[in-house]
Nanobody
Framework: QVQLVESGGGLVQSGGSLRLSCAASGLSVYAMGWFRQAPGKEREFVAAINWSDSATYYADSVKGRFTISRDNIRKTAYLQMNSLKPEDTAVYYC?????????????????WGQGTQVTVSS
């Protein structure tokens, strides 16, 4: 049974940092992605990382502020978020795609976590 469990969300002031974690079970080879959904908006891509070479991909809105990484031994992916802005407020979801190369469209992902709330106050 595949399971993705996110943690690390919370309330932070503008300019602060948070680190999200996503623990995976029941999977062997998989690319990982982070997406977010703000109230009244569609789910959007944030970042993704390959399985094999750990190449990373970012949305323009977070480039230079967020860093995605993974630990394949611990089967955990991370999203380090720095210089947070109020517009980063959303529910953040991790997702797994049973492939080596990560993709940026949410339709490509097979499994999703339950989501974790990130709120950035101004």
């Amino acid at each position: 049974q595949v399971q993705l469990v996110e943690s690390g969300g919370g309330l932070v002031q503008s300019g602060g940092s948070l680190r999200l974690s996503c623990a995976a079970s029941g999977l062997s080879v998989y690319a990982m992605g982070w997406f977010r959904q703000a109230p009244g908006k569609e789910r959007e891509f944030v970042a993704a990382i390959n399985w094999s070479d750990s190449a990373t991909y970012y949305a323009d809105s977070v480039k230079g502020r967020f860093t995605i990484s993974r630990d394949n031994i611990r089967k955990t992916a991370y999203l380090q978020m720095n210089s947070l802005k109020p517009e980063d407020t959303a529910v953040y979801y991790c997702a797994a795609d049973r492939t080596y190369i990560a993709r940026m469209n949410s339709d490509a992902y097979d499994y999703w976590g339950q989501g974790t709330q990130v709120t950035v106050s101004s």
